[in-house]
C-alpha cells in the first residue's frame, strides 16, 4: 500500500514539473467527467458539531473505490491549525484491498484550480484572450 505525505505530493510535483503536473490533473478530469455516468455516486455524509464540520465524499467505478475525508473547523486558525484538511483513499473494488492513502490537502487546492481551468476552457468564449 501506497502513503503519501505532504513532502511526497510536493516531491512528486517537483519531479514531474508544476505546469506539467497541472496538465496532466487537467488531462484526467477531462477523461473523468467524460465518463462520468460510469461512476457510482452518492452523496457526502457530514457529520456537524459545535466545532466545525467532518465530512466523508465516496466515489467508485468497477474498478476503484475512493473517498475524501475533508474537515472544516474556523478556528482551528487560531490555534496555528488548518481550518481544512484533507485525507483520501484509494481501494480496489475486486477484493476491496487499500491501495493508498494519501494526503488531500494539497491535492484538493491543485484539483479545485484545475477543475476551474477545465470550467474555463469550455465556458469561454471562442474570442476570449483574458480571463477575470
Given at each position: 500500500?501506497?502513503?503519501?505525505?505532504?513532502?511526497?505530493?510536493?516531491?512528486?510535483?517537483?519531479?514531474?514539473?508544476?505546469?506539467?503536473?497541472?496538465?496532466?490533473?487537467?488531462?484526467?478530469?477531462?477523461?473523468?467527467?467524460?465518463?462520468?455516468?460510469?461512476?457510482?455516486?452518492?452523496?457526502?455524509?457530514?457529520?456537524?458539531?459545535?466545532?466545525?464540520?467532518?465530512?466523508?465524499?465516496?466515489?467508485?467505478?468497477?474498478?476503484?473505490?475512493?473517498?475524501?475525508?475533508?474537515?472544516?473547523?474556523?478556528?482551528?486558525?487560531?490555534?496555528?491549525?488548518?481550518?481544512?484538511?484533507?485525507?483520501?483513499?484509494?481501494?480496489?473494488?475486486?477484493?476491496?484491498?487499500?491501495?493508498?492513502?494519501?494526503?488531500?490537502?494539497l491535492l484538493t487546492a491543485i484539483r479545485t484550480a484545475c477543475t476551474s481551468a477545465l470550467v474555463a476552457h469550455y465556458a469561454a468564449r471562442e474570442?476570449?484572450?483574458?480571463?477575470?
Open positions: 500500500m501506497i502513503v503519501l505525505n505532504v513532502q511526497q505530493v510536493k516531491s512528486i510535483i517537483h519531479d514531474v514539473g508544476f505546469l506539467t503536473f497541472l496538465d496532466q490533473v487537467i488531462a484526467r478530469l477531462e477523461y473523468d467527467y467524460a465518463r462520468w455516468d460510469q461512476f457510482e455516486k452518492c452523496p457526502r455524509h457530514a457529520q456537524y458539531s459545535t466545532h466545525g464540520v467532518i465530512e466523508l465524499m465516496p466515489i467508485c467505478d468497477t474498478s476503484f473505490y475512493a473517498m475524501k475525508y475533508v474537515n472544516g473547523h474556523p478556528v482551528n486558525t487560531q490555534h496555528g491549525k488548518l481550518s481544512v484538511m484533507g485525507l483520501g483513499l484509494l481501494a480496489n473494488v475486486v477484493d476491496g484491498a487499500p491501495l493508498m492513502f494519501a494526503e488531500m490537502t474570442d476570449a484572450s483574458v480571463l477575470g
